[in-house]
């Protein structure tokens, strides 16, 4: 691994790249001071473009935290053949930046499930703190992969928002209120087949052997089925333990977000 860093802005705030396993080049940015925490988005996104864009700044007051943009999104590169594993080499990248100090992560949505994958693989993260990971049945045959592959060959948009109501099941009144995709949306929708990879074959049985410790949080006023989810996870996973936050559909503001992971984590 080689890493290039770079001051930027004003007090810690760092930014940088370093180079995963396969030589794919990963964009970072390093903020606060305290416990190391490693911030894995969701789909679609970069650290630009995060549907949670003040929650590194809340969390930065407690922690140093890392974000970093996923391959194939914003600043970082996209190495073929695209492989789950590549993704856990890139979170290992990552932590290797906090020169052996202890590593928690936080993951939101698909980061939250990519975060419980590479635990589960070996990865050394200290501990799990996870907003509403989608948890989603073996599917060999999933046909959603072939409907995207499509889509983003000729419609980018339309992929963009395919993905947003059939996957991740955003209510269309939710939607409505949305902000058309930019330009960098859009080029970090073609990324969105890495969830269509790793996804199927997610229930909280695969993840029964987890040892590290896990939170698992989601909004009183998310969707039914992701709560319930989300309650009956430690039944399954002893290292797990769920917190139920006062919030919205699929989200919880970043003051009760950090207040919650300070608890567990801090």
């Known amino acids: 691994m080689t890493t290039n860093q770079t001051a930027q802005t004003s007090g810690p705030s760092t930014s940088g790249t370093t180079t ?6 990963l964009a970072w940015s390093r903020a606060g001071s305290g416990p190391d925490l490693l911030i894995v988005d969701c789909v679609g996104v970069d650290r630009t473009t995060t549907p949670q864009p003040g929650l590194p700044a809340a969390l930065a ?3 140093t935290v890392w974000t970093f943009d996923r391959r194939g999104k914003g600043d970082s590169g996209n190495t073929a053949p695209y492989a789950v594993e590549r993704e856990f080499e890139d979170i290992t990248a990552m932590i290797d930046l906090a020169e052996g100090r202890p590593v928690i992560g936080y993951g939101f949505s698909s980061g939250a499930t990519l975060l419980l994958l590479a635990a589960s693989a070996g990865v050394r993260l200290d501990r799990l703190t996870l907003l509403e990971p989608p948890l989603m049945p073996e599917d060999p045959e999933y046909a959603g992969r072939a409907e995207a592959q499509r889509l983003l060959d000729t419609d980018l948009a339309e992929a963009h928002r395919w993905f947003n109501t059939t996957v991740v099941g955003i ?4 939607m409505e209120q949305l902000p058309p995709p ?3 949306d859009l080029a970090n929708t073609r990324a969105m087949v890495h969830e269509l990879t790793f996804l199927p074959g997610t229930l909280a049985e695969r993840f029964a052997g987890l040892t590290t410790p896990t939170l698992i949080m989601a909004s009183e006023a998310t969707d039914p089925g992701m709560l319930a989810d989300c309650k009956a996870f430690p039944e399954t996973v002893a290292a797990a333990t769920t917190a139920v936050l006062p919030g919205e559909w699929h ?11 300070r608890e567990f984590a801090g």
């Open 182 to 184: 930019s330009e960098r």
């Open 171 to 174: 209510p269309d009144e939710v």
């Open 61 to 63: 007051e407690h922690f």
């Open 20 to 25: 995963s396993a396969d030589g794919t080049e």
């Open 251 to 261: 989200g919880v503001d970043d003051q009760t977000l950090t207040q919650a992971i």
